[in-house]
């Protein structure tokens, strides 16, 4: 009896509903294709998988992936890679949008204030190959960079070549990249302080300085904490599109990342079954980052990442 | 009531105006470098005689790259690319959540998991070449049209904005009797015009600036967006025989200068339109952040 009711509302349910369900339908079909299918796919890591055979024929081989990746001599230079650019990354590149958003904040130039943040923003929109070939040639033999170093009496320096500098430029090139457009939200933020608290701070005789230390840093606290979580989720993953651009094999030994060395050694030598198995490390521990995250973000004001 | 400015004050102010100055100088340099050694003189560019101008000023680079065919082929393609896909993406984004706006929706807790999971946990790059391999959509435009359509991410930013539309407007289309269907085309899309242009914007830049998938799924020449093409005469020494030729002009590598035009022509759409949409870019990106 309870049943049959609860059939009945259901088909209510669908029926009223007719419409929603057929929009969600091509959506649903996407996501089960492109998303789920390769998730199911990340069973060859389990295989010895032979692309002619294809995973229903290849052979099992348990966790002997997993035990070559654990003592593969290139897993803890990976590691230690991806972590580093992402410290490095943040260590240089996490203040500077604050500063910028504060600079920003105390212009009152109208004109000024929309043409400099209009130019700022805009290598955001550049793409990465784009700024890639350009690094290319600042740092190149004849580039730019070093005819600054042969006017100031120094040899040029092959860089691209060098494993020393890697962490350098491509730190450097994120900054370039992503400080104006990451100074938006830190904006957004300092819109959001009320004027009358620096008023107030007027009244006492604070200064612009102490207006800073004192109202617009604790102003901007939510969000920097925010903002720094989200990084430090995501810091298994470095943008290896933008890498393999820049790397070669010369300083494979500061830029091979994971996801560099997954795609050369899975899509590149076809060792699908082995770079599977370190992509599957890789997801799961950022997977367990990214929900941490989120928990504490959460914990903290009571809104989520997504 | 204006107070006049202390020393501490003006000190504070010009340091802000330095790092903004600062921050503009050298994040337009590289451009500017750029198309001036682009319209120099190949020996000058070489021996960096280029600084802020054009040295011997010469538009020859620019006369070869655009007398290559291949050139505008692959432009014609990042069109196609970029029109399309962001079509593609930007309807089937509003058709996801538009059902998970509705509490009324049976499934809409277990769809929305079913989308934001993918933003936690993917399968990785392999098994996803794979499936495209399996559903036969290597070397294929439709699979570059696809394979990018939606991203969770502008889902919930559009689920945000059709829950925080007023019910009462479902409400009396319902009384007339319009489906869901109508209410979304009729009422609900032209309400959500300003949110539709910047998710449209990202959208649109993410194809025109995509290049990693296009690298590994396409392998005909003919099928190639131009920031493929572009990391093929810069950056992987892998020139095809025709670019080779068409580029080289007979010497033993591409010369810098055809680089750099080839690098100005392919991304001075982007700086031109950029400025007047620069309005949506930014309201897209605050819509992104209420959520984060």
């Known amino acids: 009896m309870l049943e049959k009711k609860k059939k009945k509302k259901k088909r209510l349910e669908i029926l009223t509903n007719k419409w929603l369900y057929l929009m969600f339908l091509p959506v649903f079909i996407w996501y089960l294709l492109f998303a789920y299918l390769p998730m199911g796919g990340m069973v060859i890591a389990f295989q010895k998988y032979d692309i002619v055979k294809g995973i229903f024929k290849s052979t099992w081989v348990g966790l002997t992936n997993f035990k070559i990746l654990f003592t593969d001599p290139y897993f803890p230079r990976l590691f230690s ?79 691209l070549q060098i494993p020393k500098y890697f962490r350098t430029i491509f730190i450097t090139t994120g900054i370039w990249q992503g400080t104006g457009f990451g100074a938006i939200i830190y904006m957004a933020a300092l819109a959001g302080i009320s004027t009358e608290q620096y008023e107030a701070a007027t009244v006492d005789g604070a200064g612009k300085f102490q207006k800073m230390l004192y109202i617009t840093l604790p102003g901007l606290a939510p969000t920097i904490v925010i903002m720094l979580l989200i990084n430090l989720g995501s810091i298994l993953n470095v943008g290896h599109e933008r890498i393999i651009l820049l790397y070669n094999p010369a300083i494979y030994e500061t830029a091979d990342v994971f996801n560099t060395y997954v795609y050369r050694e899975g899509l590149a030598n076809r060792r699908y079954s082995y770079a599977q198995a370190m992509s599957i490390f890789q997801n799961t521990v950022g997977f367990v980052l990214v929900y941490l995250a989120n928990k504490i973000t959460r914990k903290l004001d009571g809104t989520t990442l997504w | 009531m204006k107070q006049k400015m202390g020393f501490s ?154 829950q925080s539309l007023p019910a009462s407007l479902e409400e009396s289309a319902k009384l007339e ?17 300003p949110i539709m242009a910047a998710v ?67 991304t001075v759409p982007i700086i031109l339109i950029y400025p007047f949409l620069q309005k949506y870019f930014v309201n897209g990106a605050l819509v992104g952040s209420v959520k984060e």
């Open chain 2, 9 to 162: 004050e003006v000190v504070f102010v010009s340091i802000c105006y330095i790092i903004i100055i600062f921050v503009c100088v050298v994040t337009l340099y590289p451009f500017i470098y750029l198309i001036s050694a682009s319209f120099s003189s190949a020996t000058s560019v070489m021996k960096n005689e280029v600084v802020l101008f054009p040295k011997e000023f010469t538009t020859k680079a620019y006369r070869v790259v655009m007398e290559y065919k291949g050139i505008w082929l692959s432009y014609l393609n990042t069109l196609f690319y970029t029109f399309f896909g962001t079509l593609l993406s930007l309807a089937l984004t509003i058709l996801a959540a538009y059902p998970l706006s509705k509490e009324r929706w049976a499934p809409r807790k277990a769809m929305s998991l079913f989308i934001v999971f993918t933003m936690w946990f993917g399968g990785g790059m392999i098994p996803f070449y794979l499936v495209m391999r399996g559903l036969n959509l290597l070397d294929s435009r439709l699979g570059i049209l696809l394979y990018p359509a939606i991203s969770a991410f502008y889902v919930i930013i559009f689920r945000t904005h059709f």
């Open chain 2, 177 to 193: 009797g319009a489906n869901d269907a109508q209410i979304l085309m009729r009422i609900i899309i032209p309400l959500s015009k």
């Open chain 1, 81 to 159: 890679n991806t972590l580093l650019l992402n410290i490095f990354g943040l260590i240089f590149g996490f203040p500077l949008p604050i500063i910028l958003a504060i600079a920003f904040n105390e212009i009152r130039r109208k004109k000024f204030k929309k043409i400099t943040q209009t130019i700022s923003y805009l290598p955001y929109f550049i793409s990465s190959v784009v700024v890639m070939s350009m690094v290319i040639q600042f740092v190149s033999n004849s580039g730019l960079i070093n005819m600054v170093l042969n006017k100031l009496g120094h040899e040029s320096i092959n860089f």
């Open chain 2, 200 to 266: 449209a914007l990202y959208y649109a830049v993410g194809r025109w600036n995509s290049y990693f998938w296009e690298m590994l799924l396409l392998s005909s020449n003919k099928k190639f967006p131009v920031q493929v093409l572009l990391q093929r005469i810069i950056i992987s020494s892998q020139l095809g025989q025709d670019i080779a030729k068409a580029l080289t002009r007979g010497e033993a590598s591409i010369p810098t200068t055809i680089k750099f035009a080839a690098i100005v022509i392919t």
